[in-house]
C-alpha cells in the first residue's frame, strides 16, 4: 500500500511498459513471473493492473511500471485508454493457439497503431508458453517474421519455466533506453516525481480516461 | 426484530405443510417464472432442521430444537420429493477473520440465526411468505439468516448451512420469485425452467457440432477454437416463429416488472417448438396449468450424452436478449456483435479452468467428487488443458462451462463476458443443479448484465453514481480525484465489474451479496420504506447498495489518497490490492450510512 510513493530518488529513469494480446495467452502469469517468480494460475484479468518492478539495467536504476489488460474485445475501449504515454508494448501471443498469433497482426497491432502517443515507442513480440513445446501451432520463424513485419522485437518465453522472462523485459528496457525520445520521457518523469512529489497537480495525464 | 411465533399458527406443520396442494387461484402473474424458491426455502428448512439439532444452542430459544428434531424425519423423506439444493452435507463455514475485525455492525446484533419454528413461521401452509416476504428480506437484511447465537458473525460458526442457504434463498426471491408464490407454483415451475435450461444445452451441443462439420476440426471432442467468423451468428439468425415477435412484445409492455419480463422473454424463445408447452409462451398465469408435466423428463435427463438432429426450431435468436434500454436491439440483423459464439466459447473454456479455488471448503460434495465423475463432466462439455487440476476443480470448471455457455446462447446480445464466471462460481457452489443454478445466474445477470455491454453504458452509468456519492459526501477527496483527473472513478472499475468478488473473500462476497439482493428483492417486491421504519437498519433498501458499498471502500482510504497520492494509477492500484484488508461489515456500515444521508440526493440527481 502506497509502496509507490516515496521512492521517487532511488531509480534513474521510469518507464511505462504495456502488455497486450487475446485472453489467456499468458500476459497476467508473465508480469507475475517476472515479478514475484510465481507462476500460478491466474483469474482472468478485469479492466486493467498494474505492477511495479525496479531493476537495474545496463548500469541504470530503472522503474518499470507495467500495465496488465483484459484480453477480451469488449474491454478494448477502457484498456486503449492505457496505451497513452507508454514507452514499451509487448504483444504477447500463445505459441500453442494460432488464433492468438493471427490476431496479433489482424487486430492488436492496428490497436497500438491506433493509440500510441509516441510513434517511438518499442514494440516487443512475445510467444508464450514454449514449456508446452509439442502442443506448438507457430513456429519460432513465423514468429521471427511477424516480429520484422511490426518492427519490433522477438522473443519466445515461458512463464511457467520462467525461460526468458527476465530477458524479456531487459532487451525491452534496453532497447527503450536506446531512443533519445524515450529516454527523455524516463527520466523527465523522474524529475517530476522528485520536482513535486505530491503536489496537487497531475504528473503525466497517464491513466485519465474520460 | 424476531417474529413472535406465538402469533403464528403454521409454526408446527414441518414437513406437512409442503405436501399440501396450493390453491390455483392463488397464482400471481409474476409467479410464472419461478419454480426454484420452493426448493430454496425447503432447504434451508431442511438445513436450519437438521443442523440445528445437532449444534448446542444455550439460548432461550433453542427450546424449539424439539419441535425441529420432530419434523425433521418428514423433512427427509421430503427430501427426496422435493428439489434439494445439495444432497451433500450443509455447506460449511469453517472459519472467519471476522474476530478481530468486528464493527459495530456485527457488536449491534445480538440475535439468532433463523430457527426451524422461525423459519415455518415465515410461510402460510402453501408454502408463501405471510407478509408478502418482507419479515424475511429484513431478517436478510440485518444478516440475520447466517447470524449465530453468540454473535460470532454469521460464518463463523457454522456447523449449519446457514450462510449457504440465506444466499440461496435470497438469490432464488430475489431473481426468480414472486415472493408471493406458493410452494406447489414453484414446483411446476421449476419443472418447466429446468426443461427449458436443458434445451439450451441441447442448442449448445448442437452448434459445437455443426461448427465442427462446416469447419476444419481443431481439438479433441469436436470443438473447434478456430475463429469461425460469425457463423453462428448467422445460423441462428434464421427467422424463427411468431412466437418472437409476441415474445419481443410482451417484452416491452412487460419492462417494468423483470419477473414477468424474464418469464416472457425466455419462455418464449426457448419452448417454441415445443408443442406440449407452447402456450407456456404467454407469461400469465394460465400458462402454469399446462405444463407437460414430468413425463419429458426423463428423456431429457441426459442432456449432455445424447441430443435429436436436425431440429432447427430450436435454434435461438440473438435478437431475442432481455433488451431493456440498449438501443443496439433495434433489428435482429444488425447486432453489433464483434464476437462470436465460438469467440466465447473458447474463452468460457479458458477461464473455467484458471478459476480461483477459493469455494472448495464450502461445498464438501462438490469438493469430494470423484475423478471419473469429474472428467465425464469435463468431456462432456468439451473442457481442454485441465490435466494439472485435481477433480473437484475440473469438475467446476465443467459446470461452469455448461452454464455459461447456456448463457451466452440465452442472451446473446452479452454472450459471454470474462468475470461472469467470477459471478457465476459462488452460484453453483451453493447449487448443485445445473438448471437452478443457471436460472438464478439468469435473475442476477438481469443487473449485472449491463456492466458487460459492448457499448459501456451501464459500467459508466454505474461509475457515475460511484463518483456522485463521493462527490457529495467528501467534496475534500472529490476535488483531490479532480485534480488527478481520476474523478470518474475508473478506479473501482473492478469492483463494480465483478461486484467486490476479487476484494472479498468467498465468505465476505456472499454476505455482501446476500445483503444486496435482500434490498434489491425488497424493492422489487414492493416494500417501500415505511416498512423498513421499524427496524434497526434504518437505510431504506437501495438498488446500489453495491455502489454505496464502493464508494465506502474508497472513502476509507480517503486519507491515504488525499495525502499520499499523486496519481490515479495509484488510486487504482490502492483500490486491486485491497484484497483480504477489507471488512465487509464495516463496509456494510459505511454503506448504510451512506444511504441513509445521501440516497434522496443521488436518486433525484439521477433521474
Same mark, same amino acid.
Given at each position: 500500500m502506497g509502496s509507490s510513493s516515496g521512492q521517487s530518488n532511488s531509480y534513474d529513469l521510469s518507464f511505462k511498459i504495456l502488455l497486450i494480446g487475446?485472453?489467456?495467452?499468458?500476459k497476467s502469469s508473465l508480469l507475475v513471473s517476472f515479478i514475484s517468480a510465481s507462476t500460478n494460475d491466474l483469474a482472468p484479468t478485469i479492466g486493467v493492473d498494474f505492477k511495479i518492478k525496479l531493476l537495474t539495467v545496463g548500469g541504470k536504476k530503472l522503474k518499470l511500471t507495467i500495465w496488465d489488460t483484459a484480453?477480451?474485445?469488449?474491454f478494448r475501449t477502457l484498456t486503449s485508454s492505457y496505451y497513452r504515454g507508454a514507452q514499451g508494448i509487448i504483444l504477447v501471443y500463445d505459441v500453442t493457439r494460432r488464433e492468438t498469433f493471427t490476431n496479433l497482426s489482424d487486430v492488436w497491432a492496428k490497436e497500438v497503431e491506433l493509440h500510441l502517443t509516441n510513434k517511438d515507442c518499442v514494440k516487443m513480440l512475445v510467444g508464450n508458453k514454449v514449456d508446452r513445446e509439442s502442443e506448438r501451432a507457430v513456429s519460432r520463424e513465423e514468429g521471427m517474421a511477424l516480429a520484422k513485419e511490426l518492427g519490433s522485437l522477438f522473443l519466445e518465453c515461458s512463464a511457467k519455466t520462467r525461460e526468458n522472462v527476465e530477458q524479456c523485459f531487459e532487451e525491452l528496457a534496453l532497447k527503450i533506453m536506446e531512443v533519445p525520445s524515450l529516454l527523455e520521457e524516463g527520466s523527465n518523469a523522474v524529475k517530476r516525481n522528485i520536482l513535486k512529489p505530491k503536489e496537487g497537480h497531475p504528473a503525466p495525464p497517464g491513466g485519465g480516461c474520460c | 426484530m424476531f417474529i413472535d411465533d406465538t402469533n403464528i399458527s403454521g409454526g408446527g406443520g414441518g414437513g406437512g405443510l409442503w405436501l399440501r396442494v396450493a390453491?390455483?387461484?392463488?397464482?400471481?402473474?409474476?409467479?410464472?417464472?419461478?419454480?426454484?424458491a420452493g426448493f430454496a426455502v425447503v432447504v434451508a428448512m431442511f438445513y436450519t432442521a437438521s443442523s440445528h439439532t445437532s449444534s448446542s444452542n444455550p439460548s432461550p430459544s433453542s427450546s424449539s430444537s424439539s419441535s425441529s428434531s420432530s419434523s425433521s424425519s418428514s423433512w427427509i423423506h421430503l427430501r427426496s420429493v422435493l428439489f434439494v439444493v445439495t444432497s451433500s452435507s450443509p455447506a460449511y463455514c469453517s472459519h472467519s477473520d471476522r474476530g478481530r475485525l468486528k464493527s459495530s455492525w456485527s457488536r449491534r446484533k445480538r440475535k439468532h440465526a433463523l430457527l426451524p419454528r422461525q423459519w415455518r413461521s415465515l410461510f402460510t401452509p402453501e408454502g408463501k411468505f405471510r407478509d408478502g416476504g418482507v419479515k424475511f428480506l429484513k431478517k436478510v437484511r440485518s444478516g440475520l439468516i447466517a447470524n449465530d447465537e453468540e454473535d460470532l458473525i454469521r460464518f463463523s460458526s457454522l456447523q449449519s448451512g446457514y450462510c449457504m442457504m440465506g444466499l440461496v434463498i435470497v438469490l432464488a426471491f430475489h431473481v426468480l420469485y414472486d415472493l408471493n408464490s406458493s410452494k406447489d407454483e414453484r414446483d411446476l415451475l421449476r419443472t418447466q425452467k429446468r426443461k427449458e435450461y436443458e434445451k439450451l444445452r441441447r442448442q449448445c451441443h448442437r452448434l459445437i457440432k455443426r461448427n465442427n462439420e462446416s469447419l476444419k476440426l481443431n481439438d479433441i471432442d469436436g470443438i473447434s477454437y478456430d475463429g469461425g467468423t460469425g457463423g453462428f451468428i448467422h445460423e441462428m439468425d434464421s427467422p424463427s416463429s411468431e412466437d418472437v415477435v409476441s415474445a419481443r412484445e410482451s417484452l416491452s409492455s412487460e419492462e417494468r416488472s423483470p419477473v414477468v419480463e424474464y418469464s416472457g422473454d425466455h419462455s418464449s424463445t426457448l419452448l417454441d417448438g415445443d408443442d406440449s408447452s407452447?402456450?407456456?409462451?404467454?407469461? *400469465? +398465469? @394460465?400458462a402454469l396449468n399446462t *405444463? +407437460? @408435466?414430468?413425463?419429458e423428463s426423463s428423456e431429457d435427463a441426459e442432456v449432455t450424452q445424447t441430443f435429436p438432429t436436425t431440429e432447427s426450431r430450436e435454434e435461438v435468436d440473438p435478437g431475442m436478449t432481455p433488451k431493456d434500454d440498449c438501443p443496439c436491439t433495434e433489428g435482429r440483423s444488425k447486432l453489433p456483435t464483434v464476437e462470436d459464439f465460438t469467440t466465447w466459447q473458447r474463452i468460457i473454456r479458458l477461464d473455467a479452468v484458471r478459476?480461483?479455488?477459493?469455494?472448495?471448503?464450502?461445498s464438501q460434495s462438490q469438493a469430494g467428487v470423484s475423478d471419473d465423475i469429474a472428467r465425464c463432466a469435463a468431456e462432456a462439455v468439451g473442457l481442454k488443458d485441465y490435466d494439472h487440476l485435481e477433480p473437484c476443480r475440473i469438475f467446476h470448471a465443467a459446470r461452469l462451462v455448461a452454464i455459461l455457455e447456456a448463457y451466452a446462447l440465452f442472451d446473446p446480445e452479452i454472450g459471454y463476458c470474462q468475470g461472469m464466471s467470477d459471478l457465476l462460481s459462488p452460484i453453483i457452489t451453493v447449487m448443485t443443479e445445473d438448471h437452478e443454478a443457471f436460472w438464478c445466474f439468469v435473475g442476477f445477470m438481469k443487473k449485472a448484465r449491463h456492466n458487460f455491454r459492448l457499448d459501456e453504458v451501464g459500467i459508466r452509468r454505474q461509475l457515475s453514481i460511484v463518483s456522485k456519492i463521493i462527490k457529495s459526501k467528501d467534496s475534500h477527496l472529490y476535488r483531490h480525484l479532480e485534480k488527478l483527473q481520476a474523478e470518474d472513478c475508473f478506479f473501482v472499475y473492478r469492483m463494480v465489474v465483478v461486484l467486490f468478488r476479487r476484494e472479498l473473500t468467498y465468505e465476505q462476497t456472499l454476505c455482501l451479496w446476500e445483503v444486496m439482493w435482500a434490498d434489491q428483492a425488497a424493492i422489487r417486491a414492493g416494500i417501500g420504506k415505511s416498512a423498513w421504519s421499524r427496524i434497526r437498519q434504518r437505510a431504506p433498501p437501495t438498488d446500489d447498495l453495491l455502489l454505496y458499498a464502493i464508494a465506502a471502500s474508497v472513502l476509507q482510504k480517503r486519507k491515504l489518497i488525499i495525502e499520499k497520492y499523486s496519481s490515479m494509477d495509484e488510486i487504482l492500484r490502492e483500490c486491486n490490492s485491497m484484497s483480504g484488508h477489507l471488512d465487509v461489515w464495516k463496509l456494510l456500515d459505511d454503506a448504510h450510512d451512506l444511504v441513509m444521508t445521501l440516497h434522496e440526493k443521488i436518486e433525484t440527481s439521477l433521474s
Open positions: 487475446d485472453s489467456g495467452v499468458g484480453g477480451q474485445e469488449r | 390453491p390455483a387461484s392463488n397464482v400471481a402473474v409474476a409467479v410464472a417464472v419461478t419454480a426454484l407452447r402456450r407456456i409462451t404467454n407469461a *400469465d +398465469s @394460465s *405444463d +407437460s @408435466s414430468d413425463s478459476a480461483n479455488a477459493e469455494w472448495i471448503p464450502y
